[in-house]
């Protein structure tokens, strides 16, 4: 396959609310969108979604520009190309920098489908026809957020997640299950606690959360391992897992039970699924992580949990869950806690050029 021209679009827009946890107030989300060209007009479209700030991941809008245009766009429009699943093997040299990996990798993955014809879920062997939707309360105010609980349940999503810390934690859920006591929840910690905090974990015991999702440090696996061997609650892993080879570590060690993959953070489609077919081989649930992302990514994100081992409602909630208005058409719609997968060829939504355009800051094309 030949990609005759990649062009990236910074594009930016205000959350409908912010967007809260222990370590970051988010009210205002770039992304870099990715679109890859081929001679007849055909494009493929990735968005890398990492944050302005490194808060979360080391990379930022900024870094991403900088490795897309320095290293892996020049490298990927001068080197021959038969199949999307070789930009690994060609990006080998440059450590890192999932992100923008995964942009560029997601663009030529929505190409080849679009080129082939297929959906691109079915190119990894993802047979689902709707996914069950999660969604994410992100406020620190307990009153806030059994509101947003109540007004999300409009859409019946399958699970609701919270986020949590030593000081919003233990009252906080208590709260939710008095008022909410058979909802499917789950609670994230974002790395606010340290093994110091074992027996105040093994509270929330009581609470029936589905998982916690990284407790312990961001760049942790083993620390995870000794906790889980002190909880009920199944451990799920989130910031930990970058890579196959964190994966694989994390099982080996019983660091969880349960692993969030964000295809963005390990680098694209590729290592998404290798990571997916580990777990899946030792029966380990996934579910697929969220970036308060735009459509493209959602879109991305819908093809990743038709595949067999995505058990678990994941972080993708409906376009309006953030936006006033999405850069997808149709926008992704929440309805009885699912969304329906689309037939079409790649990423099986068009875009909406007009809202694209309107949200773009910055853009430059390379050939
Ligand atoms: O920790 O899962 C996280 C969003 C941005 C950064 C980190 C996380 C999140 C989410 C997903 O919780 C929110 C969403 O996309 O709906
Ligand atoms: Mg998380």
Same mark, same amino acid.
């Given at each position: 396959m030949k990609v005759s021209s990649i062009t990236l679009k910074v594009i930016k827009a205000p959350l409908k609310q912010p967007f809260k946890t222990h370590l970051e107030t988010v009210t205002d989300r770039e992304a870099i969108i990715v679109e890859a060209k081929d001679k007849d007009g055909l494009i493929g479209y990735g968005e890398a979604v990492p =944050?302005? $700030?490194?808060?979360? #991941? %080391? %990379? #930022?809008i900024k870094t991403c520009y900088h490795m897309l245009e320095d290293f892996l766009i020049p490298l990927t429009l001068t080197s021959p190309l038969q199949h999307p699943g070789e930009l690994q093997g060609l990006w080998r040299g440059i450590r890192r920098n999932a992100m923008a990996k995964s942009a560029l990798e997601q663009a030529i993955f929505d190409l080849y489908a679009k080129q082939n014809e297929t959906y691109l879920g079915r190119l990894f062997g993802g047979e689902r026809r709707e996914v069950a939707a999660g969604v994410v *309360? &992100? $406020?620190?105010?307990v009153e806030e957020a059994m509101r947003q609980i109540d007004g999300f349940s409009g859409s019946g999503y399958r699970r609701y997640k919270i986020k949590i810390d030593p000081l919003h934690d233990i009252e906080f859920l208590s709260h939710i299950r008095d008022a909410f006591p058979d909802i499917p929840l789950m609670a994230d &910690?974002? $790395? @606010?606690? #340290? +093994? !110091? !905090?074992i027996a105040h974990l093994q509270k929330l015991d009581e609470y029936k959360l589905m998982m916690i999702e990284q407790p312990l440090g961001h760049d942790d696996i083993v620390e995870h391992s000794r906790l889980q061997s002190k909880l009920q609650t199944p451990i799920c892993l989130d910031e930990s897992i970058n890579s196959y080879h964190d994966a694989s570590s994390a099982l080996t060690l019983g660091s969880c039970g349960v692993i969030n993959i964000k295809m963005a953070k390990v680098g694209g489609w590729t290592e998404a699924v290798r990571i997916h077919d580990l777990c899946a081989e030792n029966d380990v649930p996934v579910w697929c992580g969220g970036m308060i992302e735009f459509g493209i990514s959602r879109a991305h994100n819908i093809a990743l949990a038709t +595949?067999? /081992? =995505?058990?678990i409602p994941g972080d993708i909630s409906s376009s309006s869950r953030y936006w006033e208005g999405d850069i997808i058409d149709p926008e992704v719609v929440v309805k009885d806690g699912l969304i329906q997968v689309p %037939?079409? @060829? /790649? *990423? /099986?939504f068009s875009i909406n050029e007009k809202r694209l355009k309107a949200l773009t800051t910055y853009s430059q094309m390379y050939r």
């Open positions: =944050f302005t $700030s490194p808060w979360y #991941t %080391e %990379e #930022t *309360i &992100a $406020s620190n105010n &910690a974002n $790395s @606010a606690y #340290t +093994l !110091d !905090d +595949l067999k /081992g =995505f058990t %037939e079409k @060829a /790649g *990423i /099986g």
